[in-house]
């Protein structure tokens, strides 16, 4: 895998920290939760997209298109998350598809992706370094 440099690293820890800010604060205000946590999903989707793997591993290539689609389950979370607020701010129902908290699921299953492909990445770099 391609190491991050530091300040790269720096926007990737910040963006997680920020998710989680955003996704905890959402429950009391909504408003500041949203910007938080979209800005927190674009740090950390963006890290993980310059992030790249260039070996010819067939698992670890397989790895990182999931965590990939981790990452795009995130942005997708955020945008619904976003559409969800503009939504109830302008009282206007335009975007007809958001009308609850369905940020909620695709944000759980961009988290969860993204924990198997953080425990099994490192696992299989380790098998190939050691091949």
């Known amino acids: 895998m391609k190491q991050l440099s530091t300040v790269q690293n720096v926007l990737y820890v910040a963006g997680a920290v ?3 800010v955003g996704a905890a604060l959402f429950a009391w205000r909504r ?6 946590y979209v800005a927190g999903v ?6 993980q997209f310059v992030a790249a793997y ?3 591993n ?9 965590q990939l689609f981790g990452a795009f389950c995130l942005v997708a979370s ?13 009282g206007s129902f335009m ?10 699921m695709l944000m759980a299953i961009g988290a ?14 380790e098998k190939e370094a050691k091949r």
């Open 18 to 20: 920020l998710m989680i």
């Open 31 to 36: 408003l500041e939760a949203c910007v938080v």
């Open 42 to 47: 674009l740090l950390y989707a963006s890290m």
């Open 54 to 56: 260039l070996g010819s």
């Open 58 to 66: 067939f698992v670890i290539q397989r790895l990182r298109r999931q």
């Open 78 to 90: 955020a945008v619904a998350m976003a559409m969800l607020m503009w939504d109830l701010c302008r």
């Open 95 to 104: 975007f007809r598809y958001v009308h609850h908290n369905e940020w909620v």
């Open 112 to 125: 969860l992706v993204q924990l198997y492909t953080a425990y099994r990445i490192p696992k299989e770099l």
